[in-house]
């Protein structure tokens, strides 16, 4: 093929592709078309010629002794030529040479043009699906936008997403949503995989803790530059979110930042989230003040981490007053769950005795010791 080169260009620029990996999509398409059109033992190899821009394909021959088993084979054969054959082509020519016979495709007429097209749009297209899947697989976990352009019979929603289209399951939509054709939504990629009957598929979710994440550090500036740092997150889709953050910088408060002026930042994460309510809590290396922090709104009086046999954090004990065990607890369950969540711990609940009762028969309270709350936050 005359100017091959400047064809791998040109292909290169229309599809968004390396012409070195066109070109060797090219040579490929080439070699496979010979195999198929002359024959599919030979050994075939194509070249580029630099100065005309041509492309040739070359089938290599090896010379091999007359008596050689090799040339019984029926499979091997192909790829082998006998000493006394070879000699009457070149008398110089020794056992262990190679004879290289050049082909032009346009010699095998139509049949070779029609194999070629479709060699090549096939490969140009596996071409263009490699890097798709690498530019997407690189993308797992980070926030996209797209179109929808159909919500099929088990609700599952698919979505254009520049190039390429997504599937939003049911299972990974917030509770209550509903989209229609035409809606634009955002998601995060949960998943790429490359299947070889239905090719690549992307799977987006609105339900995952890092959708929750990337729509913080979109709508935070100090989490986009780093200056707050989302150390862990936990949610349950619709309800409620608990996210430990951390600052960089001493003169950054990062639930201050990340809440923002009258909540207005937290207010238009939760308002995407279909009002979902977004905690925001101080991270701490100190197991026993974390705990207690994820904890919120409850008051508790002493936290006890339990470690395992390898001494791993395991379990926390937490001792609180009698009132603040249904806020602990929360709806449903939904505060302590989050809680585990974010801490990654068994979490246990201890009451400890509040009130005590006079002589005369009146209730008193028990005042929490400066003990106490020096055990708590030491």
């Known amino acids: 093929m005359e100017k091959i080169l400047d064809i791998a260009e040109a292909i290169g620029h229309e599809k968004g592709l390396q012409p070195e990996k066109v070109m060797e999509a090219l040579k490929t398409a080439f070699v496979q078309t010979a195999k198929r059109v002359i024959g599919q033992n030979f050994a075939f190899e194509a070249h580029v010629d630099e100065d005309?821009?041509?492309?040739?394909?070359?089938?290599?021959?090896?010379?091999?002794?007359?008596?050689d088993e090799?040339?019984?084979d029926e499979e091997t054969a192909p790829a082998y030529i006998s000493l006394t054959e070879a000699k009457e082509y070149d008398d110089?020519?020794?056992i262990?040479?190679?004879?290289?016979?050049?082909?032009?495709?346009e010699d095998y007429g139509r049949t070779a043009a029609s194999q070629l097209h479709r060699e090549i749009e096939y490969h140009i297209q596996r071409?263009?699906?490699?890097?798709?899947?690498?530019?997407y697989k690189s993308k797992v976990g980070t926030l996209v936008s797209g179109r929808v352009t159909r919500v099929d019979a088990q609700?599952?929603?698919?979505i254009e997403v520049d190039e390429i289209r997504a599937v939003l399951p049911m299972k990974s939509r917030i509770k209550g949503e509903i989209f229609e054709v035409g809606d634009h939504i955002k998601a995060v990629v949960r998943r790429v995989n490359m299947d070889k009957e239905n090719g690549m598929q992307i799977e987006l979710s609105r339900t995952s803790p890092k959708f929750l994440e990337a729509l913080l550090e979109l709508e935070v500036p100090e989490i986009a530059e780093g200056s707050v740092i989302i150390e862990k997150s936990a949610r349950i889709p619709g309800e409620r979110a608990k996210i430990?953050?951390?600052?960089?910088?001493?003169?950054?408060?990062?639930?201050g930042a990340t809440v923002g002026v009258k909540g207005v930042r937290i207010n238009a994460v939760s308002q995407e989230l279909i009002g979902e309510n977004i905690d925001c809590i101080e991270y701490t290396t100190i197991p026993e003040l974390f705990v207690s922090r994820t904890m919120s709104p409850a008051i508790i009086s002493h936290v006890e981490i339990v470690k395992n046999e390898e001494g791993e954090n395991e379990k926390a004990i937490i001792t609180l007053p009698a009132d603040q065990k249904s806020k602990a607890i929360g709806k449903s369950g939904i505060n302590i769950r989050l809680a585990s969540m974010l801490t990654g711990l068994q979490i246990e609940l201890v009451e400890n005795d509040t009130v005590t009762t006079n002589e005369d028969g009146t209730v008193e309270e028990?005042?929490?010791?400066?003990?106490?709350?020096?055990?708590?936050f030491n």
């Open 127 to 135: 071409l263009v699906e490699d890097e798709i899947y690498s530019k």
């Open 155 to 158: 609700n599952n929603t698919y």
């Open 96 to 105: 262990g040479d190679q004879l290289q016979i050049d082909h032009d495709l």
């Open 92 to 94: 110089q020519v020794e």
């Open 70 to 72: 090799k040339l019984q």
């Open 244 to 255: 430990a953050l951390l600052s960089t910088h001493p003169q950054v408060d990062a639930v």
């Open 366 to 376: 028990k005042k929490e010791s400066v003990d106490a709350l020096e055990a708590l």
């Open 52 to 67: 005309t821009k041509n492309l040739k394909i070359i089938q290599t021959i090896t010379v091999v002794a007359d008596n």
